[in-house]
């Protein structure tokens, strides 16, 4: 199952599990269907605050996310980033899986006084409680990928980061510079069947995949 795959990480996921010829079968769960279609794919058009029961699945990736100033409001962008991360997570526990890979961030941390970074560390937590046996965790930094390519606004915080990071990554240290979105599905995609407990992928190691 892949919840948010319209997204710049989520859209290499799908891509990834399609390809795998060990997997039978992908569901995803969006608020819009994607526009293409595969002999393996099904795609369920949800709302996150009345999740269905699912088809069995045996693992789950979430790469749900926004900002708040996409989202509107703090109220807004947690219904996203926390609820909806939340309620997928637990649907698919409740379809049988065992293995979960979540896309959160670097500075994750529930006593932050920043609020998206307070959020993002009480999701990881919430998730941590649904006893999972494998839970990757994935801390990308700023995210580079075409999000124009996807009908995304541009994140104008990520653009800038992204444009001084290729100046001076020598100096920028490596959790904190640039991480493609293709590394931190490859991340992910590699970590979640072979893993076991709770695993924090840093974006200095997402890097490396």
Not at 100 to 125: D, H, P, Q, T, W
Not at 165 to 190: D, F, Q
């Amino acid at each position: 199952m892949v919840a948010g795959a319209s997204g710049l990480v989520g859209r290499e996921i799908l891509q990834g599990l399609l390809a795998d010829e060990s997997v039978a079968a992908v569901h995803t769960l969006g608020r819009r269907e994607l526009p293409f279609e595969h002999p393996k794919l099904t795609q369920h058009r949800v709302d996150f605050k009345a999740l269905p029961a699912l088809p069995r699945v045996g693992e789950a990736f979430v790469a749900l996310g926004t900002t708040i100033k996409v989202a509107g409001s703090q109220e807004a962008f947690r219904a996203i980033d926390f609820d909806a991360v939340l309620a997928a997570a637990k649907a698919a526990k409740a379809a049988g899986a065992k293995r979960l890979g979540v896309v959160s961030a670097m500075g994750a941390n529930r006593g932050s006084r920043i609020f998206y970074n307070r959020v993002k560390g009480e999701m990881e937590e919430a998730l941590s409680a649904l006893g999972f046996e494998t839970l990757v965790i994935a801390r990308p930094s700023f995210l580079a990928g075409d999000r124009e390519a996807l009908g995304q606004p541009l994140r104008s915080g990520e653009k800038f980061a992204l444009n001084i990071s290729r100046w001076l990554a020598p100096l920028v240290p490596v959790n904190y510079g640039s991480v493609s979105a293709k590394s931190v599905a490859r991340g992910l995609l590699e970590t979640v069947p072979a893993g076991s407990g709770r695993c924090v992928l840093l974006s200095g190691e997402l890097r490396e995949f």
